[in-house]
């Protein structure tokens, strides 16, 4: 019988890499059948165990509330859990004001005239503007392990997440 040298799951001898956790399981190790400590059970796997919480945390925020959704779903820490609800509403919440905005434009140019349609523009610019700053800072600031919380979305935020 061998074992993974990383999380001692049991593999076959004819492996190349562990199914559990995808580290390479050395052909010695799979026919000498050696676990990772001998006679012990292997450690648990920590919960969101390889990933740390700052990239997380980062991920949480790459594809706006899509990822936002996906890490406050599968990820339970606290950390993670905040970055990810803060990422839901942030972008979840622009990405309706833009359509808004968007569509204003179009429409506020069909019905209303020029000015209307440039008004609707130039907020719905300065809008991706301001969003592509505050994208940024908040992946820094996540991946720098800090627990940024920006201004009335924050404490939205932490209150769900919790």
């Not at 059948?33 to 969101?48: I, K, L, V």
């Not at 440039?118 to 992946?139: P, R, T």
Request: charged fraction near 10%.
């Amino acid at each position: 019988m061998a074992f993974c040298s990383g999380c001692g799951n049991e593999v076959g001898s004819d492996v190349g890499f562990c199914p559990k956790c995808g580290r390479p399981v050395s052909s010695a190790a799979a026919q000498m059948g050696a676990s990772p400590a001998a006679g012990s059970p292997p450690a648990p796997a920590a919960a969101g165990a390889g990933m740390e919480e700052n990239v997380a945390g980062l991920l949480s925020y790459v594809l706006g509330w899509l990822t936002g959704l996906i890490f406050f779903l599968i990820d339970k820490r606290p950390f993670v859990r905040f970055h990810a609800m803060q990422s839901i509403i942030v972008f979840g919440g622009a990405h309706i004001l833009f359509f808004i905005f968007f569509f204003g434009g179009f429409l506020g140019g069909v019905f209303g005239g020029l000015a209307m349609a440039g008004i609707s523009w130039a907020i719905y610019l300065l809008s991706e503007l301001a969003l592509l700053v505050c994208w940024i800072l908040c992946m820094v600031k996540a991946f720098q392990g800090q627990r940024f919380k920006l201004p009335v979305v924050g404490n939205i935020a932490e209150g769900f997440a919790k």
